[in-house]
């Protein structure tokens, strides 16, 4: 009997719901990948090019970015505190096809991420509000 495969459900508010993961390696791990470290330095992100599919995790506290999630929780949008958007990148993404598994931590006393869904990017709305925009494009994600 073939195993069953797990699917985690978006939910609109993370800062209500209990974290799918306590940690940024739990999130990897679930999806079959290591996360990079220089030292203890990481990535803000891990592709999984098989896929075409890029695992994030934005957290609110950040303090070098303002990451932001609606609350419909249908758009996560992000840009550096210090310059502008690098609008090229996010075409780049849009271009390449990469859809965006992302994983939120609220600020508020938060000691998890959860899974929010799976976004695009949305390279006109970035360019007119000078950050990153990303819309959901699914609501549920398979974990392989």
Known sequence: MPKSKTVLFA??????????????????EAFGVRVPHRGYLRPSSVLISNRYL??????????KYENKI???GKT??????????PIGAIENEE????????????????YGYRFVGVFQP??????QQNRHV????EDQIELP
């Open 70 to 72: 609606s609350g419909d």
């Open 134 to 137: 990303h819309v959901r494009v």
């Open 76 to 85: 996560v949008t992000s840009r550096s505190r210090k310059s502008p958007c």
């Open 11 to 28: 939910k609109p508010n993370p800062a209500l719901n209990k974290p799918d993961f306590t940690t940024i390696d739990a999130i990897c």
């Open 54 to 63: 890029q695992l994030w995790w934005p957290n609110e506290a950040n303090e």
């Open 122 to 127: 949305d390279p006109e709305a970035s360019w």
């Open 95 to 110: 271009r390449a096809g990469i859809r965006t598994a992302i994983f939120f931590k609220p600020k508020k006393g938060a």
